[in-house]
């Protein structure tokens, strides 16, 4: 078991992804299961910016 909390479905609000990181889907799978809303992928490779429809956390795409 993994001594590192997780976080809630609405902890952080603005999140920078990576491109190794896609494809994006919300919640991350560092949010705790219990508060966790389904899972929705988001295209963000095409758009740069995604806005999850269940939780309003604002995904940024970081190109590196």
Do not use: N
């Amino acid at each position: 078991m993994s001594k590192t909390p997780k976080k809630t479905a609405r902890a952080d609000k603005r999140h920078i992804v990576h491109r190794h990181e896609l494809p994006l889907s919300c919640p991350t799978p560092q949010v705790a299961l219990w508060s966790a809303h389904p899972k929705v992928y988001l295209p963000i490779e095409t758009t740069g910016t995604e806005v999850c429809p269940y939780c309003s956390t604002r995904f940024v795409l970081h190109d590196d």
